[in-house]
């Protein structure tokens, strides 16, 4: 079964510059989740989505990032500006249900660094 | 606001000892509970978990411990190896929505 996929791995870009990072869950999977997780600390969902409506985003900032599920598969998650802060490596994940949370897989990341 | 904590940062174990890592809640609304294991450049794996109505759960040699009163979980690796060094995080859920993780403790294993 292949595992959830997202690209970049890595980028390095300066602020006030846009990034685009791209998520493939595991097929079948209806939850999808972003996941922003900073250097020594745990991982912040940033948002989820059951297929492709917004069931949580209440820790996305909204002025600079968005995110979008357009066919209930594969997700987007944008940044522009970038600054300094958003140093970090973003997680995916997926799940069956969403409601069960020992079935969230993880995609290996996309490590952003904005200098 | 850190819901979940982990305190020590760092664990450092003898191959075939115990090693024991702690986690600290604040929300007594938390019902469910897990632990995953993260390799360099890798995404976190699902460990093992556990509901708020028990007080141990098992898994080979991994044990977790959940005491409510205390609102503290801890992960009992035991015997540990070599391969088990990685960085462990505990994480938190209200009725499986939100999970919030802790900061992570690293795990060294030395043969």
């Known amino acids: 079964e292949a595992g959830v996929a997202q690209s970049p791995r890595y980028k390095i870009i300066e602020k006030r510059q846009s990034v685009a990072f791209w998520c493939n869950p595991i097929?079948?999977?209806?939850?999808l989740y972003w996941y922003q997780q900073i250097l020594g600390q745990g991982p912040k969902l940033l948002i989820q989505?059951?297929?492709?409506?917004?069931?949580?985003d209440s820790q996305l900032p909204k002025d600079r990032f968005s995110a979008e599920r357009l066919k209930g598969v594969d997700s987007t998650l944008k940044i522009q500006p970038a600054k300094l802060e958003d140093s970090a490596v973003y997680l995916c994940?997926?799940?069956?249900?969403?409601?069960?949370?020992?079935?969230?897989?993880f995609g290996e990341g996309s490590w952003l660094t904005v200098v | 606001d850190q819901q979940v904590k982990q305190n020590s940062p760092s664990l450092s174990v003898q191959e075939g000892r115990i090693s024991i890592l702690n986690c600290d809640y604040t929300?007594?609304?938390?019902?469910?509970f897990l632990w995953y294991k993260k390799y360099p450049a890798e995404g976190p794996t699902f460990l093992i978990s556990?509901?708020?109505?028990?007080d141990k759960n098992e898994d080979g040699r991994f044990t977790v411990f959940l005491n409510k009163s205390a609102k503290h979980l801890s992960l009992h690796i035991v015997p540990s190896q070599p391969g088990d060094s990685a960085v462990y995080f505990c994480a938190a859920s209200e009725n499986n929505n939100d999970m919030r993780f802790g900061a992570g403790t690293r795990l060294t294993v030395k043969p």
């Open positions: 989505f059951q297929n492709n409506g917004v069931v949580d």
């Open positions: 994940a997926s799940s069956l249900r969403g409601n069960a949370a020992n079935t969230i897989y």
């Open positions: 556990i509901s708020s109505i028990k």
């Open positions: 929300n007594s609304m938390f019902d469910y």
């Open positions: 097929s079948g999977h209806a939850t």
